[in-house]
């Protein structure tokens, strides 16, 4: 929760930078907006998206960067740090793609870098992008991502990977089968049938003429002849047309991203200098009415904390002479009370513990060894059991054979005290049982020197060292 408490506070952090800096450019239009009837953050979505569509740039950053703040606005967002849900965020990261494209087109990267950054900072909210139904409107917005944000580290969208998919395989498709040509339109129907009817009648082989008169067929000829070279020229001027009309487009572009960055950089300019201006007589008066707060209220201040200090010393003297008196009666009861308790309560442990060890050896004298080891093992894991009874039942286990509990168990005495080496041998032989072989031979020599050398320990000692010094050269 905490970082996507972050991640909101970045975009609206974003957001009221890119608010600031669009101000001057989108001065008449705010205008006009004002004006209207105000439009849903839904219609004005698809009003950017439609203005995108027809290369209406500006119109379309107007709407999309109204859209995403109406998408993401403070209530909204504590509406979902509440609820843990933020059903407008795929409508948000829409215009915010929108947005940035809009700026790219006007050669505006800077403000596109910001879009991108406030999309990577709401995917840290719920990612979302990868997922969104984009179209090949913007099938460049991911070239733009490692273009001006390479760090913006986005996935990649499903959508726009299908369109490439589909945009790579289209030239094998056409390949595999030649696209038909079309059919004529209906108002040419009459035109096309009597040229295909004179192309026809032209590949057959004509009659000789009686004269030497054109026949219908060459005027049929040099008629259709014709067609083709006005159709051909049609389409030059088409072409030509087309590319004026691109340059002139991408011309008026630049010169309008030009005037909006001056018109930026003064809007930036003066709304900087006239913020300095009011922050600084706002400060001065802040200064001047705390200033003469301050000396008000430390003349009060002063005149009642030397009455309240008379008071409080002359109170503090009695009820301090009378607390400690009464503080050192009880200290001395409730220590002497404790005292007592606690050594009950040990005495109780102890004695809770002998009877523990005297039951679970009666059960092993019995033949019940599970319900012995059972409770061994409960004994040897008590948080509240001494070093004596963790003893008494690490020795018990080692005696019914259960080793691996009997390890465990020694490990809670950690060192072996002097005088305890008989529990260092049982120890050892237990790490034998278990596997244990170079634990084993380290904590059987060190109990050697002071057990007596049975049998028993004879034969054990064979088995761990050999078994030591096996597991040593593998």
Same mark, same amino acid.
């Given at each position: 929760?905490?970082?996507? #408490?972050?991640?909101?506070?970045? #975009?609206?952090?974003?957001?009221? !930078? ?37 290369? &209406? ?68 909210i719920e990612p979302t992008y990868a997922k969104l139904p984009l179209t090949a409107d913007v099938a460049d917005f991911e070239h733009l991502v490692a273009r001006v944000a390479p760090k913006a580290n986005l996935p990649a ?78 389409? #030059? ?110 005495? &109780? ?16 004298? !019995? ?22 009874? #963790? ?60 057990? &007596?050398?049975? /049998? ?9 060292? &050999?078994?030591? /010094? ?5």
């Open positions: 929760m905490r970082t996507t #408490i972050a991640a909101l506070t970045a #975009i609206l952090l974003i957001t009221a !930078g890119a608010h600031a800096a669009d101000l001057q450019s989108a001065g008449g239009a705010d205008e006009k907006a004002q004006a209207a009837p105000a439009a849903s953050p839904d219609d004005l979505l698809k009003r950017g998206e439609e203005s995108y569509r027809a290369r &209406q740039y500006a119109a379309a950053i107007n709407d999309l960067r109204t859209a995403s703040n109406a998408f993401l606005t403070p209530d909204q967002m504590r509406a979902y740090v509440n609820s843990g849900h933020f059903d407008s965020l795929p409508k948000f990261e829409t215009a915010v793609i929108y947005l940035a494209m809009s700026y790219a087109r006007l050669g505006r990267d800077a403000e596109a870098s910001e879009e991108i950054h406030r999309l990577t900072a709401a995917e840290a969208n499903a959508a726009l990977a299908q369109f490439r998919a589909n945009t790579a395989t289209a030239p094998e498709a056409a390949q595999a089968s030649p696209p038909q040509p079309p059919a004529p339109a209906p108002a040419q129907t009459t035109a096309a049938t009597t040229t295909t009817a004179t192309a026809t009648t032209a590949t057959a082989p004509p009659p000789v003429p009686p004269s030497s008169a054109p026949t219908p067929t060459t005027i049929a000829t040099k008629e259709t002849t014709t067609a083709d070279e006005r159709a051909a020229q049609s389409r #030059i001027i088409e072409e030509r047309v087309a590319a004026e009309r691109s340059i002139a487009e991408r011309e008026a572009a630049e010169k309008i991203a030009a005037a909006q960055q001056a018109a930026q950089r003064s809007a930036e300019q003066r709304i900087a200098e006239e913020r300095t201006a009011i922050e600084k007589a706002a400060q001065e008066e802040i200064a001047a009415a705390q200033k003469a707060a301050d000396e008000k209220v430390a003349a009060e201040r002063a005149a009642a904390q030397k009455a309240a200090d008379e008071r409080v010393a002359a109170e503090r003297a009695v009820i301090a002479n009378e607390a400690q008196q009464q503080i050192t009666a009880a200290r001395a009861a409730a220590e002497q009370e404790a005292a007592t308790r606690v050594r009950a309560a040990l005495e &109780q442990a102890r004695q809770n513990e002998d009877m523990m060890i005297r039951q679970a050896d009666g059960l092993v004298n !019995g033949g019940d060894v599970d319900q012995a080891n059972a409770i061994y093992v409960k004994l040897a894991n008590s948080v509240s059991a001494s070093r004596q009874a #963790i003893a008494a039942a690490a020795t018990g286990l080692y005696r019914t054979g259960d080793f691996s509990d009997a390890v465990k168990a020694f490990q809670r005495l950690s060192n072996f005290a002097r005088g305890e080496e008989d529990l260092r041998y049982y120890n050892a032989v237990s790490l034998y049982e278990t596997g244990h072989y170079d634990q084993a031979k380290k904590e059987l020599a060190c109990a050697l020197p002071y057990i &007596q050398m049975t /049998n028993e320990v004879m034969r054990y000692r064979a088995k761990i060292e &050999q078994s030591a /010094n096996q597991q040593a050269m593998r």
